[in-house]
């Protein structure tokens, strides 16, 4: 459920601070305009709640901007609360004149902001619309782990955010966590300047309005939490994860939020930092070929995993290229592992290395082709088991 979102308009730096802190204390999501004019403009655009609106600013005064806001409004009347700096009648009631529903007079005790600004609140039904109209997200959490290297768990990983986000509407993020050698960047065609995990795991007050500025928008469809631009900056999240776990721990909690899927792209190592990915997965995806190295380090996974006390059901085999020659078919791959393969995705080389050389994923480049079609059906069931399975409720 979304935060209800309120704006701050004041110039002043100290007001500012006070006030994003106390809000945020409360649960709000906070958004700050240092001028009127800056405020007009914010509210057209974010659409907020509530708006604090301080009188005495440059470019534009209170008076001016709150006036100018309630003529732009389409019907969808927010409520706003004039910050004056004295108990002036004539202050008041030119506030009210202007279009404001309130006032309180600086300085104020938080706890009477913060209860006037409920009352506003329950009065307008403004949050609780807001509460009504807001898609509540799955939440799920998938990892995408390759039993070896080369058997393609990114371009799966990339391709099945893109056909859950494109094909089935849902709103989806891609974790790229192979620190030191993410591929994410290559495949999608993306410069070494754009924020990443770094960003966010040292960022000491990470919250759902700062990760939005991390992750990257793709035009393909996806959000994307990249992986750190250089082998020397990957050290830092690992260290970082390794003396605060809790910082990984709400960068996923928040993720979770904000998107249906989350999908986790997976270095091969079983560190601390992949460890925790596993224990707070929904799912784990380990990604194999039909060939003998290959299906040995299957069972060296699903041997560790059950050591780790995971149950059976939270790790699903995909086999990719299912119908490359290998000689080693299906019923003999799943007669060596000793259980079934749970998913199937076809071989297309043609398809799949031109997708890789031209930074376009093939599920963006050509949907409807015969990889496209198996990414899309694999989608299809990962969304029908969370889509009908009653998973607990997180926090």
């Given at each position: 459920?979304?935060?209800?979102?309120?704006?701050?308009?004041?110039?002043?730096?100290?007001i500012q601070r006070v006030?994003?802190?106390?809000?945020?204390?409360?649960?709000?999501?906070?958004h700050?305009?240092?001028?009127?004019?800056?405020?007009?403009e914010?509210?057209?655009?974010?659409?907020?709640?509530?708006?604090l609106?301080?009188?005495?600013?440059?470019?534009?005064d209170g008076?001016?901007a709150?006036q100018q806001?309630?003529?732009a409004?389409?019907?969808?009347?927010?409520?706003?609360?004039?910050?004056?700096a004295?108990a002036?009648v004539?202050?008041?009631?030119?506030?009210l004149?202007?279009?404001?529903d309130?006032?309180?007079?600086k300085?104020?005790?938080?706890?009477?902001?913060?209860?006037?600004?409920?009352?506003?609140?329950?009065?307008?039904?403004?949050g609780?619309?807001?509460k009504?109209?807001?898609?509540?997200?799955?939440?799920?959490?998938?990892?995408?782990y390759?039993?070896?290297?080369g058997?393609?768990?990114?371009?799966?990983?990339?391709?099945t955010?893109?056909?859950?986000?494109?094909?089935?509407?849902?709103?989806?993020?891609?974790?790229?966590?192979?620190l030191q050698?993410?591929?994410?960047?290559?495949f999608?065609d993306?410069?070494l300047?754009?924020?990443?995990?770094?960003?966010?795991?040292?960022?000491?007050?990470?919250?759902?309005?700062?990760?939005?500025?991390l992750?990257?928008?793709h035009?393909?469809?996806?959000?994307l939490?990249?992986?750190?631009?250089?082998?020397?900056?990957?050290d830092?999240?690992?260290?970082?994860?390794?003396t605060?776990?809790?910082?990984?721990?709400?960068?996923?909690?928040?993720?979770?939020?904000?998107?249906?899927?989350?999908?986790?792209?997976m270095?091969?190592?079983?560190?601390?930092?992949?460890?925790?990915?596993?224990?707070?997965?929904?799912?784990?995806?380990v990604?194999?070929?039909?060939?003998?190295?290959?299906?040995k380090?299957?069972?060296?996974?699903?041997?560790?995993?059950?050591s780790l006390?995971?149950?059976?059901?939270?790790i699903?085999?995909v086999l990719?290229?299912?119908?490359?020659?290998?000689?080693?078919?299906?019923?003999?791959?799943?007669?060596a592992?000793?259980?079934?393969i749970?998913?199937?995705i076809i071989?297309e080389?043609?398809?799949?290395?031109?997708?890789?050389?031209?930074?376009e994923?093939?599920?963006?480049?050509?949907?409807?082709?015969?990889?496209?079609?198996?990414?899309s059906?694999?989608?299809?069931e990962?969304?029908?088991?969370?889509?009908?399975?009653?998973?607990?409720?997180?926090?």
């Open positions: 459920m979304a935060a209800t979102k309120v704006l701050v308009v004041d110039d002043d730096l100290n006030l994003v802190f106390t809000l945020k204390q409360e649960g709000y999501e906070v700050v305009a240092s001028d009127g004019q800056a405020g007009v914010m509210a057209a655009s974010i659409r907020p709640d509530v708006i609106m301080d009188v005495a600013m440059p470019k534009l008076y001016a709150t806001i309630r003529a409004e389409d019907g969808r009347k927010v409520p706003i609360i004039m910050l004056t004295e002036d004539e202050q008041r009631v030119k506030g004149r202007a279009g404001a309130d006032d309180i007079v300085p104020f005790h938080p706890l009477e902001l913060i209860a006037r600004i409920k009352a506003l609140l329950a009065r307008s039904g403004g609780q619309q807001r009504v109209a807001e898609k509540v997200t799955m939440g799920r959490l998938a990892c995408f390759g039993a070896k290297g058997v393609g768990t990114t371009t799966i990983a990339i391709n955010a893109i056909a859950l986000a494109t094909r089935l509407k849902r709103g989806t993020a891609l974790i790229d966590a192979n050698f993410g591929d994410e960047r290559v999608l993306l410069g300047d754009t924020a990443s995990m770094v960003n966010a795991i040292t960022e000491p007050d990470l919250d759902a309005e700062l990760l939005k500025k992750v990257v928008n035009h393909v469809g996806i959000d939490l990249l992986a750190p631009p250089n082998p020397e900056q990957a830092i999240v690992v260290e970082r994860q390794r605060d776990p809790g910082t990984l721990s709400n960068i996923l909690s928040l993720m979770r939020k904000a998107y249906d899927y989350t999908l986790v792209d270095a091969k190592s079983l560190d601390d930092f992949n460890l925790q990915l596993f224990d707070e997965a929904d799912l784990i995806f990604v194999m070929t039909a060939d003998l190295s290959c299906l380090n299957v069972r060296l996974v699903l041997e560790t995993m059950d006390g995971y149950e059976r059901g939270k699903q085999l990719n290229r299912s119908n490359a020659y290998t000689g080693i078919n299906v019923d003999n791959a799943e007669s592992l000793g259980r079934k749970d998913y199937q071989n080389y043609r398809g799949a290395i031109s997708a890789l050389n031209s930074g994923p093939f599920m963006s480049s050509r949907p409807d082709g015969p990889l496209g079609q198996s990414v059906k694999f989608a299809r990962i969304d029908a088991i969370f889509a009908n399975e009653a998973l607990p409720a997180r926090a």
